[in-house]
């Protein structure tokens, strides 16, 4: 298995990233500690990852907040001795769609610094633990749209290229410590719609193309070369191999998952 006697912490562990990675990491034999706001999420995403013979324990936990994520990493840490993987896997609704002169300052801000502020918090929280053992593994993910142009992207465009550029900084911070960071860059999923935030936000930006949902979502699928998007076990998959010792040498990398919307 390649995440036998790893422990891993999911932030977002009841989301659809979240919930999927959970359940990859525990059939390939992690000890797992999921957090996030509801619990109810959070109890489904753990009974799920049981069936596949894991060690699961929850937490509510508010990743934004540095004091709380403390305590949490802290309190893992005690009972195990170590961790070795944290993912944030945190996602929430924020606007896309509209054109910059229909955009608030408050509405462009709030994904910038939403995902920076809980990416900081938790990064910070583990590292602490990760530098003075060692090792470990820092996940992050981030969006098409750091590459992306045109209307209506920009909160996320500045969001995602924030990301992207933290992880590969703290990458060369923690690398001398034996720490690696992988940021991965997923597009859209398939079949995350019914399950996540993003299929309100979504129907959204389809309504304002007169389209509906299912309609957007089948155009943005016709931009990818492979005439698809990925799905939640597909991410969720090359986690377990970014987080595994199988994958040794990579650090400071952002993995494109996009099925070919981004060529690299």
Same mark, same amino acid.
């Given at each position: 298995m390649l995440l036998e006697n790893k422990v891993a912490v999911i932030y977002g562990g009841g989301g659809s990233i979240g919930g999927a990675t959970a359940r990859v990491f525990a059939r390939e034999g992690a000890r797992l500690f999921l957090a996030g706001r509801s619990r109810a999420r959070l109890e489904a995403a753990a009974s799920v990852a049981r069936r596949e013979g894991a060690e699961v324990e929850i937490a509510v936990v508010d990743a934004m907040?540095?004091? $709380? *994520?403390?305590?949490? *990493?802290? $309190?893992v840490a005690d009972a195990t001795g170590h961790i070795d993987i944290a993912l944030n896997a945190v996602g929430f609704d924020h606007q896309q769609g509209l054109a910059i002169a229909d955009t608030s300052l408050e509405d462009y801000l709030y994904p910038v610094t939403g995902y920076?502020?809980?990416?900081f918090v938790t990064a910070k929280a583990v590292a602490r633990q990760m530098r003075s053992q060692g090792s470990g593994v820092i996940l992050t993910v981030s969006t098409p749209g750091s590459r992306l142009t045109g209307r209506g992207l920009i909160g996320n465009a500045a969001q995602s290229s924030g990301l992207e550029g933290f992880s590969r900084a703290l990458a060369g911070e923690l690398g001398p410590d034996g720490v690696r960071v992988v940021c991965v860059r997923p597009h859209a999923l398939k079949d995350a719609s019914d399950t996540s935030y993003t299929g309100v936000m979504f129907g959204r930006i389809a309504d304002m193309s007169g389209l509906s949902r299912e309609e957007w979502v089948a155009g943005l699928a016709a931009t990818t070369l492979l005439g698809r998007l990925p799905l939640r076990a597909e991410v969720a998959e090359y986690l377990a191999f970014a987080a595994s010792d199988r994958a040794a040498s990579m650090t400071g990398v952002i993995a494109n998952l996009s099925a070919g919307a981004l060529v690299d």
């Open positions: 907040d540095q004091d $709380a *994520v403390d305590r949490h *990493v802290t $309190a920076l502020q809980t990416n």
